[in-house]
Protein backbone atom coordinates (compact mmCIF):
# COMPACT_ATOMS: atom_id res chain seq x y z
CA UNK A 1 0.00 0.00 0.00
CA UNK A 2 1.92 3.52 -1.51
CA UNK A 3 1.62 5.83 1.13
CA UNK A 4 1.78 9.95 0.54
CA UNK A 5 4.63 10.68 -1.63
CA UNK A 6 5.96 14.21 -2.48
CA UNK A 7 9.27 15.46 -4.85
CA UNK A 8 11.31 16.81 -4.70
CA UNK A 9 12.93 16.06 -1.47
CA UNK A 10 14.93 19.51 -1.40
CA UNK A 11 14.94 22.61 -3.69
CA UNK A 12 16.71 25.37 -3.94
CA UNK A 13 15.63 28.98 -5.08
CA UNK A 14 16.31 32.29 -5.32
CA UNK A 15 13.84 35.28 -3.86
CA UNK A 16 11.26 36.72 -6.80
CA UNK A 17 11.15 32.99 -8.38
CA UNK A 18 8.48 30.52 -8.67
CA UNK A 19 8.66 26.92 -7.43
CA UNK A 20 5.95 23.88 -7.85
CA UNK A 21 5.85 21.04 -5.30
CA UNK A 22 4.14 17.78 -6.13
CA UNK A 23 1.88 15.10 -4.16
CA UNK A 24 0.34 11.91 -4.53
CA UNK A 25 -2.05 10.73 -2.21
CA UNK A 26 -1.88 7.44 -0.14
CA UNK A 27 -3.54 5.01 -2.16
CA UNK A 28 -7.55 5.09 -1.82
CA UNK A 29 -7.40 8.68 -0.39
CA UNK A 30 -8.90 11.54 -2.15
CA UNK A 31 -8.10 14.57 -0.01
CA UNK A 32 -4.88 16.37 -0.26
CA UNK A 33 -4.13 18.96 2.27
CA UNK A 34 -1.06 21.29 2.30
CA UNK A 35 1.28 22.63 5.16
CA UNK A 36 4.09 24.85 5.60
CA UNK A 37 6.57 23.70 8.50
CA UNK A 38 9.00 26.77 9.88
CA UNK A 39 12.44 25.61 11.97
CA UNK A 40 11.38 24.23 15.34
CA UNK A 41 7.13 25.32 14.88
CA UNK A 42 4.32 22.91 14.25
CA UNK A 43 2.83 22.19 10.36
CA UNK A 44 0.59 25.36 9.44
CA UNK A 45 -1.96 24.88 7.08
CA UNK A 46 -2.58 26.35 3.61
CA UNK A 47 -4.97 24.78 2.06
CA UNK A 48 -7.20 21.53 1.25
CA UNK A 49 -8.31 20.11 -1.99
CA UNK A 50 -11.20 18.07 -2.74
CA UNK A 51 -12.61 16.83 -6.33
CA UNK A 52 -10.34 19.29 -7.64
CA UNK A 53 -11.61 22.63 -6.07
CA UNK A 54 -9.81 24.31 -2.81
CA UNK A 55 -12.27 23.48 0.10
CA UNK A 56 -10.94 25.45 2.89
CA UNK A 57 -7.63 27.89 2.63
CA UNK A 58 -5.29 28.67 5.90
CA UNK A 59 -3.63 32.37 6.49
CA UNK A 60 -1.33 32.51 3.61
CA UNK A 61 -1.26 34.82 1.02
CA UNK A 62 -2.29 34.71 -2.74
CA UNK A 63 1.21 33.52 -3.85
CA UNK A 64 0.47 30.36 -2.95
CA UNK A 65 -1.86 28.50 -5.07
CA UNK A 66 -2.41 24.83 -5.82
CA UNK A 67 -3.95 22.36 -8.01
CA UNK A 68 -5.85 18.62 -8.31
CA UNK A 69 -5.55 16.67 -10.96
CA UNK A 70 -8.28 13.76 -11.69
CA UNK A 71 -5.99 11.29 -9.92
CA UNK A 72 -6.25 12.95 -6.94
CA UNK A 73 -2.60 14.46 -6.82
CA UNK A 74 -1.68 17.41 -6.19
CA UNK A 75 0.50 20.36 -6.70
CA UNK A 76 1.58 23.89 -4.52
CA UNK A 77 2.95 26.43 -6.30
CA UNK A 78 4.63 29.43 -4.64
CA UNK A 79 5.34 32.50 -6.58
CA UNK A 80 7.70 35.58 -5.81
CA UNK A 81 9.45 33.58 -3.48
CA UNK A 82 10.72 35.75 -0.06
CA UNK A 83 13.47 34.58 2.20
CA UNK A 84 10.31 33.54 4.76
CA UNK A 85 9.38 30.93 2.32
CA UNK A 86 11.89 28.47 3.48
CA UNK A 87 10.56 25.78 5.15
CA UNK A 88 9.54 22.15 5.23
CA UNK A 89 6.88 21.70 2.62
CA UNK A 90 4.16 18.80 3.97
CA UNK A 91 1.28 17.14 1.84
CA UNK A 92 -1.17 14.97 3.80
CA UNK A 93 -3.85 12.76 2.10
CA UNK A 94 -7.34 11.64 3.91
CA UNK A 95 -10.19 9.78 2.61
CA UNK A 96 -13.19 11.62 5.02
CA UNK A 97 -13.41 14.73 6.72
CA UNK A 98 -12.94 14.65 9.89
CA UNK A 99 -11.17 11.92 9.10
CA UNK A 100 -6.96 10.89 10.28
CA UNK A 101 -4.51 12.58 7.55
CA UNK A 102 -1.09 10.87 6.75
CA UNK A 103 2.00 13.14 5.61
CA UNK A 104 4.36 12.92 3.15
CA UNK A 105 7.92 13.14 3.51
CA UNK A 106 7.99 16.59 3.13
CA UNK A 107 9.80 18.60 0.36
CA UNK A 108 12.48 20.74 1.80
CA UNK A 109 12.36 24.43 0.15
CA UNK A 110 15.36 26.89 0.66
CA UNK A 111 14.98 30.64 -0.68
CA UNK A 112 17.97 32.41 -0.83
CA UNK B 1 0.14 31.53 13.14
CA UNK B 2 -2.52 29.63 15.01
CA UNK B 3 -1.23 26.97 17.47
CA UNK B 4 -2.48 24.31 20.38
CA UNK B 5 -0.30 24.94 23.60
CA UNK B 6 1.29 21.24 24.32
CA UNK B 7 3.20 20.61 27.79
CA UNK B 8 5.67 19.99 28.64
CA UNK B 9 7.66 21.70 25.72
CA UNK B 10 10.62 19.05 26.15
CA UNK B 11 11.58 16.07 28.09
CA UNK B 12 13.99 13.76 29.11
CA UNK B 13 13.52 10.55 30.87
CA UNK B 14 15.54 7.22 31.13
CA UNK B 15 14.55 4.10 29.24
CA UNK B 16 11.76 2.31 30.73
CA UNK B 17 10.03 5.24 32.50
CA UNK B 18 6.13 6.05 31.26
CA UNK B 19 6.06 9.68 29.59
CA UNK B 20 2.86 11.72 29.81
CA UNK B 21 1.71 14.85 27.73
CA UNK B 22 -0.89 17.11 27.22
CA UNK B 23 -2.42 19.21 24.60
CA UNK B 24 -4.69 22.49 25.67
CA UNK B 25 -6.91 25.20 24.04
CA UNK B 26 -9.50 27.78 24.58
CA UNK B 27 -12.05 26.27 21.55
CA UNK B 28 -13.46 22.76 21.02
CA UNK B 29 -12.35 20.51 18.48
CA UNK B 30 -13.91 17.18 16.35
CA UNK B 31 -10.97 14.89 16.02
CA UNK B 32 -8.00 15.14 17.82
CA UNK B 33 -4.85 13.08 16.03
CA UNK B 34 -1.53 12.92 17.65
CA UNK B 35 2.11 12.43 15.28
CA UNK B 36 5.40 12.04 16.15
CA UNK B 37 8.09 13.67 14.21
CA UNK B 38 11.85 12.94 13.09
CA UNK B 39 14.61 15.11 12.38
CA UNK B 40 13.74 16.57 8.20
CA UNK B 41 10.95 13.71 8.29
CA UNK B 42 6.85 14.04 7.95
CA UNK B 43 5.07 13.21 11.31
CA UNK B 44 3.46 9.99 11.67
CA UNK B 45 0.05 9.22 12.72
CA UNK B 46 0.01 7.74 16.09
CA UNK B 47 -3.38 7.81 17.26
CA UNK B 48 -6.24 9.41 15.93
CA UNK B 49 -9.82 10.40 18.36
CA UNK B 50 -13.12 11.79 17.60
CA UNK B 51 -15.53 11.48 20.38
CA UNK B 52 -15.44 13.10 23.50
CA UNK B 53 -14.20 10.66 26.59
CA UNK B 54 -12.91 8.74 23.71
CA UNK B 55 -9.74 6.66 25.37
CA UNK B 56 -7.78 4.82 22.20
CA UNK B 57 -4.43 2.82 22.50
CA UNK B 58 -1.47 1.82 19.70
CA UNK B 59 0.98 -0.39 21.28
CA UNK B 60 2.44 1.17 24.27
CA UNK B 61 0.63 4.33 23.56
CA UNK B 62 -2.50 6.04 24.99
CA UNK B 63 -4.54 9.15 24.17
CA UNK B 64 -7.55 10.25 25.11
CA UNK B 65 -9.96 12.91 24.14
CA UNK B 66 -10.93 15.20 26.76
CA UNK B 67 -14.09 15.07 27.85
CA UNK B 68 -14.52 19.27 27.53
CA UNK B 69 -13.24 18.91 23.78
CA UNK B 70 -10.85 21.23 24.51
CA UNK B 71 -7.58 18.99 25.74
CA UNK B 72 -6.08 15.88 24.35
CA UNK B 73 -3.70 14.14 26.41
CA UNK B 74 -1.07 11.08 24.88
CA UNK B 75 0.62 8.50 27.30
CA UNK B 76 3.75 6.58 26.52
CA UNK B 77 4.34 3.61 28.71
CA UNK B 78 7.98 1.59 29.15
CA UNK B 79 9.64 4.52 26.97
CA UNK B 80 12.10 3.20 24.70
CA UNK B 81 15.22 4.75 22.79
CA UNK B 82 13.25 4.81 19.69
CA UNK B 83 10.75 7.15 21.16
CA UNK B 84 12.77 9.72 20.82
CA UNK B 85 11.26 12.91 18.51
CA UNK B 86 8.91 15.17 18.64
CA UNK B 87 5.25 14.59 19.30
CA UNK B 88 2.54 17.04 18.24
CA UNK B 89 -1.42 17.08 18.41
CA UNK B 90 -3.25 18.13 15.85
CA UNK B 91 -7.19 19.17 16.13
CA UNK B 92 -9.84 20.31 13.80
CA UNK B 93 -12.43 22.85 14.22
CA UNK B 94 -15.68 22.18 14.07
CA UNK B 95 -17.33 23.27 10.34
CA UNK B 96 -13.83 23.66 8.75
CA UNK B 97 -11.66 21.47 7.55
CA UNK B 98 -8.37 22.18 8.74
CA UNK B 99 -6.25 20.81 11.32
CA UNK B 100 -4.34 23.40 14.43
CA UNK B 101 -1.26 21.93 15.54
CA UNK B 102 0.51 21.94 19.04
CA UNK B 103 3.48 23.54 19.57
CA UNK B 104 5.13 20.06 19.86
CA UNK B 105 6.71 18.32 22.93
CA UNK B 106 10.39 16.78 22.30
CA UNK B 107 11.08 13.40 24.18
CA UNK B 108 14.87 12.61 24.88
CA UNK B 109 15.30 8.88 26.11
CA UNK B 110 18.55 8.17 28.35
CA UNK B 111 19.19 4.94 28.18
Known amino acids: DAGVTQSPTHLIKTRGQQVTLRCSPK?????VSWYQQALGQGPQFIFQYYEEEERQRGNFPDRFSGHQFPNYSSELNVNALLLGDSALYLC???????????FGPGTRLTVL | GQQLNQSPQSMFIQEGEDVSMNCTSS?????WLWYKQDPGEGPVLLIA?????ELTSNGRLTAQFGITRKDSFLNISASIPSDVGIYFC???????????FGTGTRLKVLA
Open chain 2, 27 to 31: SIFNT
Open chain 1, 27 to 31: SGHDT
Open chain 2, 49 to 53: LYKAG
Open chain 2, 90 to 100: AGQLPGTYKYI
Open chain 1, 92 to 102: ASSLVSPGAQY
